[in-house]
C-alpha cells in the first residue's frame, strides 16, 4: 500500500530545501526525498576554495537571509552551514538514503518509487540539481595516459599537483577556478579551450556583476545588451584574444537563453593568463602515454588531466516517459540558469511552486 502525501520533493540540496520551506509556510503536507544521507551533498564534495559567485543579498533562500556576519560572497564552507541551519530552522526531515527510481502518473496522482517504498502525492517537486552526474567526453587514447585523470568533480585542492604539469580541459566557472587554485598553490595549470567563451569580472569597476546584469536587462534588450558588453568588458579585462581566448558568436545573454551557459565570473584566472601562469590550449584531437595532442597538431606534456566538463540532471532517468515539464501536479526548482544568479532563480521558483500547489488544492497560500 503506498503511503500518500500532498507532494513530493525530489533532492535536499538548496532547491530542494528551499521547496520544503515554502511548502511548510503554504500548510501543505510532504516528504523530501534525498539519495544521500546528509543535505547538501553536492556542495560538501565541491572543491574546497569554492565561494557564491552571486552576492549574499539575492543568493538567500527564502524567509530566512544568509547572517549579516557573513561576507559578499559566500565560501563554500559557510554556505553548507547556513543549509544546515536553515533545515533545522524549518523543521525539514528529508528521508535519506532514498534513491528516487520512477516517477509515474497513477490516476490523477503521481506515484513516487523509491529505495523503500512507493508514494502517492497529487505533485511532485523535482529539485535533484543541475550538478548530478559528472559528464566527461571520450577522448581517443585516454586509456594511455600514465598521469593522474580526474574529473573536477573529484578535486578538492591543488595539494596533490604541487610541481605538476596540469591540463585542465573546459572553461567554465569551475575548470577557471580550478586552474586559478592550481596557478597559487605551485602548480603549472593550462586550459584547453575548445569554443569560445564569455568572461565577466565578478565585480565591474567595484559593483558586483549580478547587480549590474539586473540594471542592464531591466533597462535594456537583450541584442542591445549583447552589443554592450562586450565594449564594458575589454575596458575592464582587456583583450583576450591575444591568449587565445575569443568569444562565441552569440552574445552573452543570448548564449544564456538559448542554451542555459552562463559566463564565466573571473575571481582572478585573467590576471593569472595574462602573467603567463596560466596557459591557454586549443581543444583536445588524442591523448598519449605522457600528454595530448591539441587541435591542430601541437603537443604538449602533461602530469595530469582534469575533465572540468560539467555535469547533466538526471531526472530524466526516473520520470516516465511522455511526461512534460508543463504537466499539472509536476514542478522543477533549480534548472533555470540565469544572469541573476541560479540561486535567486532558486527562491522564485520554489515560492512559485508552492503557490500554485496551494491554489490549485484550493486555498491561499499562508503569509
Request: charged share 20%; aromatic share 8%; net charge positive.
Amino acid at each position: 500500500m503506498a503511503e500518500s502525501t500532498d507532494v513530493v520533493v525530489v533532492g535536499a540540496g538548496p532547491a530542494g530545501l528551499a521547496a520544503g520551506a515554502c511548502l511548510k509556510k503554504a500548510g501543505l503536507n510532504f516528504i523530501i526525498l534525498e539519495k544521500e544521507r546528509q543535505v547538501a551533498s553536492s556542495w560538501r564534495r565541491h572543491y574546497e576554495r569554492l565561494h557564491l559567485h552571486t552576492v549574499k543579498r539575492f543568493s538567500s533562500l527564502p524567509f530566512r537571509p544568509f547572517p549579516d556576519d557573513y561576507p559578499r560572497y559566500v565560501p563554500r564552507n559557510l554556505f553548507i552551514q547556513y543549509l544546515d541551519g536553515y533545515a533545522a530552522h524549518f523543521d525539514l526531515r528529508p528521508r535519506f538514503g532514498e534513491t528516487v527510481r520512477a516517477i509515474r502518473r497513477d490516476g490523477n496522482d503521481w506515484l513516487v518509487e523509491s529505495t523503500s517504498a512507493p508514494i502517492r502525492a497529487g505533485n511532485v517537486v523535482i529539485a535533484s540539481g543541475y550538478n548530478t552526474e559528472p559528464t566527461t567526453p571520450s577522448v581517443p587514447g585516454i586509456e594511455k595516459f600514465k598521469g593522474k585523470v580526474i574529473h573536477s568533480a573529484q578535486y578538492a585542492n591543488a595539494k596533490p599537483f604541487a610541481g605538476q604539469s596540469v591540463l585542465v580541459i573546459g572553461m567554465g566557472n569551475t575548470g577557471a577556478e580550478i586552474a586559478l587554485d592550481l596557478a597559487e598553490n605551485g602548480a603549472r595549470p593550462t586550459i584547453s579551450l575548445r569554443n569560445g567563451v564569455h568572461i565577466v569580472p565578478r565585480d565591474l569597476f567595484g559593483i558586483p556583476i549580478q547587480m549590474v546584469a539586473m540594471l542592464a536587462t531591466k533597462v535594456l534588450p537583450t541584442g542591445a545588451n549583447d552589443k554592450l558588453f562586450p565594449i564594458i568588458l575589454d575596458a575592464a579585462l582587456g583583450d583576450l584574444t591575444k591568449y587565445g581566448i575569443r568569444r562565441p558568436p552569440q552574445g552573452l545573454l543570448q548564449q544564456i537563453r538559448s542554451s542555459a551557459k552562463i559566463p564565466v565570473l573571473d575571481v582572478g584566472t585573467v590576471r593569472k593568463i595574462s602573467e603567463g601562469a596560466i596557459k591557454i590550449a586549443p581543444g583536445l584531437s588524442a591523448v598519449t602515454a605522457d600528454g595530448v595532442i591539441f587541435a591542430g597538431g601541437g603537443q604538449g606534456r602533461f602530469d595530469a588531466i582534469i575533465f572540468a566538463t560539467g555535469y547533466h540532471a538526471n531526472y530524466q532517468s526516473f520520470i516516465a516517459a511522455g511526461a512534460a515539464k508543463n504537466e499539472p501536479g509536476l514542478y522543477f526548482v533549480g534548472y533555470r540558469n540565469s544572469v541573476t544568479g541560479l540561486l535567486r532563480e532558486i527562491s522564485k521558483e520554489a515560492m512559485e511552486a508552492a503557490d500554485d500547489i496551494r491554489r490549485r488544492q484550493g486555498g491561499a497560500v499562508a503569509a
